[in-house]
């Protein structure tokens, strides 16, 4: 079965600190990409960073950076330098077929 | 470069009123395309999608339809809506297989 799972439903974080959220997944695709979606207040989903599975390296956007773990299916999502803009909901995907799977979020508050 | 208009933000109907929300982009062709539905705080349901003209797959039985008369139009329709219709709806598009979606600013619906 294709699945994501994030464990932790809701995540707070103090301005200008680091915070890491996690997923992991299951999916019998051997390529593929993972996606980190955010989602603020106005409920528009934003791409934040996207990671194809073959590369080793992992991809960072800014502030935003994953920790991709092939073999234990793990893309973790790290924002670091916190700002009051980054709270949001925040959603681990990837393309399975022609439609995506979903994980059920982490919602992330940032604390002044 | 591509943008998705989705449309009206914000409908407020009556129960036993039909529905029309409609999803267009620009600077693509034949585009796969999709519409979600996201309960407050939770995570996104496929409700449809697309990938040509005329082609549409229904993942989840309910009271709403999905129809693609042109490449870039996406419309979400319901003959009679019920209360159950209510909450936030996401148009979304992609380019192909395997890539990310991109998605509409969304229409919150709420049926009275």
């Known amino acids: 079965a294709q699945t994501v799972t994030q464990s932790q439903p809701e995540m707070s974080v103090q301005e200008a600190e680091t915070v890491t959220l996690s997923c992991t997944y299951d999916?019998?695709?051997?390529?593929?990409?993972l996606f980190w979606y955010k989602q603020p207040p106005s409920r528009q989903m934003i791409l934040v960073i996207r990671?194809?599975?073959?590369?080793?390296q992992n991809a960072t956007e800014n502030r935003f950076s994953v920790n991709f773990q092939k073999a234990a299916k793990s893309f973790s999502l790290k924002i670091s330098d916190s700002q009051l803009g980054d709270a949001a909901m925040y959603f681990c995907?990837?393309?399975?077929?022609?439609?995506?799977?979903f994980g059920p979020g982490t919602r992330l508050s940032v604390l002044p | 470069s591509q943008t998705i208009h989705q449309w009206p933000a914000t409908l407020v109907q009556p129960v036993g009123s039909p529905l029309s929300l409609e999803c267009t982009v620009e600077?693509?062709?034949?585009?796969?395309l999709y519409w979600y539905r996201q309960a407050a705080g939770r995570g996104l349901q496929l409700l449809f999608y697309?990938?040509?003209?005329?082609?549409i797959s229904s993942e989840v039985p309910q009271n709403l339809s999905a129809s693609r008369p042109q490449d870039r139009q996406f419309i979400l329709s319901s003959k009679k809506l019920l209360l159950s219709d209510s909450g936030f709806y996401l148009c979304?598009?992609?380019?192909?297989?395997?890539?990310?979606?991109?998605f509409g600013q969304g229409t919150r619906l709420t049926v009275v």
């Open positions: 697309s990938v040509g003209i005329g082609q």
């Open positions: 990671q194809e599975a073959y590369k080793q």
């Open positions: 600077g693509t062709s034949n585009p796969n």
């Open positions: 999916t019998s695709e051997s390529d593929y990409y």
């Open positions: 995907a990837f393309p399975y077929g022609q439609n995506f799977v």
């Open positions: 979304a598009w992609s380019p192909g297989v395997s890539t990310e979606a991109f």
